[in-house]
């Protein structure tokens, strides 16, 4: 099995044809490696700007390139026909860091192509949560590029980092270091329906209360100190995308305010929550005290 890491530079633009903003890839950078993990071959090409005719400000800043420089490049759909040649017809794992760039990358090829599969694509890991994983990181924050490779020692010294070529050279040494092929094997996926699928879905904050997804017993509150449950005092309601209700705990005469919020993912739901102690106003103290428990924990929308 080979492996191609690639990378995309992408210019925000806004396009008629779609009616919104969407990335317009501008330059595409990859490297290959055998099953030793040694470079066989690099690509790198500048992509024609077809939608936007500048660049973003923090576009320039970041890559150091010019409007000039996109005006250079070759269309998009013939790139990716010498992208797709280069990497050819064999067993090949392509990897990116994060899956922003396969999404992008899907988005340019349904509006100049006509279609939202890539045909180069057989087998496709993310670089990203193999490092994570390698070095035990939390998957509920993202580490960025430069920062995994300073926690792995890597230099970058000579590499233009927000150029589509030095970035995968800096991740295919991402990749030498922490490489298990169990892990990296356990983390790739055959890009059949289902992958697509799962890139197609949107994750959402569940707003509605009465959804299924929404477990009653989540919903409890535990007072910070003592642990013991609290009594509701007001109804749920949803702001800040989370719900949010009134407790207060009759052991430590303590008011809480219990949130929790409802993450849906394609094959996961991640569910947050977090009880702070709620000060009320002094005058409201003895008649918030005082309030009847809530005997549901429901909320009219």
């Given at each position: 099995m080979?492996?191609?890491v690639?990378?995309?530079?992408?210019?925000?633009?806004?396009?008629?044809?779609?009616?919104?903003?969407?990335?317009?890839?501008?330059?595409?950078?990859?490297?290959?490696?055998?099953?030793?993990?040694?470079?066989?071959?690099?690509?790198?090409?500048?992509?024609?700007?077809?939608?936007?005719?500048?660049?973003?400000?923090h576009?320039?800043?970041?890559t150091?390139?010019?409007?000039?420089?996109l005006?250079?490049?070759?269309?998009f759909?013939?790139?990716m026909?010498?992208?797709?040649?280069?990497?050819g017809?064999g067993?090949?794992?392509?990897?990116?860091?994060?899956?922003?760039?396969?999404?992008?990358?899907?988005e340019?090829?349904?509006?100049?192509?006509?279609?939202d599969?890539?045909?180069?694509?057989?087998?496709y890991?993310?670089?990203?949560?193999?490092?994570?994983?390698?070095?035990?990181?939390?998957?509920?924050?993202?580490?960025?590029?430069s920062?995994?490779?300073?926690m792995l020692?890597?230099?970058e010294?000579?590499?233009?980092?927000?150029?589509?070529?030095?970035?995968s050279l800096?991740?295919?040494?991402?990749?030498?270091?922490?490489?298990?092929?169990?892990?990296?094997?356990?983390?790739?996926?055959?890009?059949?329906?289902?992958?697509?699928?799962?890139?197609?879905?949107?994750?959402?904050?569940?707003?509605?209360?009465?959804?299924?997804n929404?477990?009653?017993?989540?919903?409890?509150?535990?007072?910070?100190?003592?642990?013991?449950?609290?009594?509701?005092?007001?109804?749920?309601?949803?702001?800040?995308?989370?719900?949010?209700?009134?407790?207060?705990?009759?052991?430590?005469?303590?008011?809480?305010?219990?949130?929790?919020r409802?993450?849906?993912?394609?094959?996961?739901?991640?569910?947050?929550?977090?009880?702070?102690?709620?000060?009320?106003?002094k005058?409201?103290?003895?008649a918030?005290?005082?309030?009847?428990?809530?005997?549901?924990t429901?909320?009219?929308?």
């Amino acid at each position: 099995m080979q492996y191609v890491v690639m990378d995309l530079e992408w210019n925000n633009v806004y396009s008629i044809k779609r009616s919104g903003f969407m990335n317009e890839v501008i330059e595409i950078g990859a490297v290959r490696l055998d099953e030793q993990l040694r470079e066989i071959d690099t690509f790198s090409h500048l992509i024609k700007s077809q939608i936007g005719k500048r660049l973003r400000g923090h576009v320039r800043e970041l890559t150091h390139l010019t409007n000039e420089d996109l005006q250079s490049g070759t269309p998009f759909t013939q790139t990716m026909a010498q992208f797709r040649k280069w990497i050819g017809n064999g067993a090949v794992t392509v990897l990116t860091w994060g899956d922003t760039d396969i999404r992008v990358l899907i988005e340019n090829f349904k509006l100049f192509n006509g279609f939202d599969t890539l045909p180069f694509l057989t087998y496709y890991a993310d670089l990203q949560k193999i490092v994570q994983a390698a070095l035990h990181l939390s998957t509920t924050q993202q580490t960025g590029l430069s920062a995994a490779a300073a926690m792995l020692g890597i230099g970058e010294d000579g590499l233009s980092l927000h150029r589509a070529l030095d970035d995968s050279l800096l991740s295919a040494e991402c990749l030498r270091r922490v490489f298990s092929e169990n892990l990296v094997e356990q983390l790739t996926l055959p890009c059949g329906e289902e992958f697509y699928e799962r890139l197609r879905f949107k994750a959402y904050i569940i707003s509605d209360i009465h959804n299924p997804n929404v477990d009653p017993e989540r919903m409890r509150c535990f007072c910070d100190q003592c642990g013991r449950e609290a009594q509701q005092k007001s109804d749920w309601i949803f702001t800040c995308r989370a719900f949010r209700a009134k407790f207060f705990c009759p052991h430590c005469k303590r008011p809480l305010q219990h949130t929790v919020r409802f993450k849906q993912y394609y094959d996961r739901l991640d569910i947050h929550s977090k009880t702070v102690y709620l000060e009320p106003p002094k005058e409201e103290e003895q008649a918030f005290k005082n309030a009847p428990p809530r005997m549901e924990t429901a909320m009219k929308l």
